[in-house]
Nanobody, 126 residues
Framework: QVQLVESGGGLVQAGGSLRLSCAASGRTFSSYVMGWFRQAPGKEREFVACISWIGGTTYYPDSVKGRFTISRDNAKNTVYLQMNSLNPEDTAVYYC???????????????????WGQGTQVTVSS
């Protein structure tokens, strides 16, 4: 497992933007699949984005496609989530996750990730 620390959450008005960051420990970050998930009060955890170990492949659900962008900087052991055109339905705690165990594959399922950050709150006001 690796340690993950998210940052960048906060309060923003509808239509605004935020960029979340997730710093990872470990020397093999470039071999991990990284993901972002979110959980709103009273709702189940929801997949938001994932990115392959090199960064060439990304997945998004329809709910955020075209508004959110996941990226990574393997030299800095950091993954980012750029969120644009935010709306109140995006309000949630956002979690960074890492899939470090083999076999390595892209996944939208939280169960496939073995390391999680503590979460960062994103609140979008109307």
């Amino acid at each position: 497992q690796v340690q993950l620390v998210e940052s960048g959450g906060g309060l923003v008005q509808a239509g605004g933007s935020l960029r979340l960051s997730c710093a990872a420990s470990g020397r093999t970050f470039s071999s991990y699949v990284m993901g972002w998930f979110r959980q709103a009060p009273g709702k189940e955890r929801e997949f938001v984005a994932c990115i392959s170990w090199i960064g060439g492949t990304t997945y998004y659900p329809d709910s955020v496609k075209g508004r959110f962008t996941i990226s990574r900087d393997n030299a800095k052991n950091t993954v980012y989530l750029q969120m644009n055109s935010l709306n109140p339905e995006d309000t949630a705690v956002y979690y960074c996750a890492a899939k470090t165990a083999r076999p390595m594959f892209m996944s939208r399922r939280g169960e496939d990730y073995d390391s999680w950050g503590q979460g960062t709150q994103v609140t979008v006001s109307s």
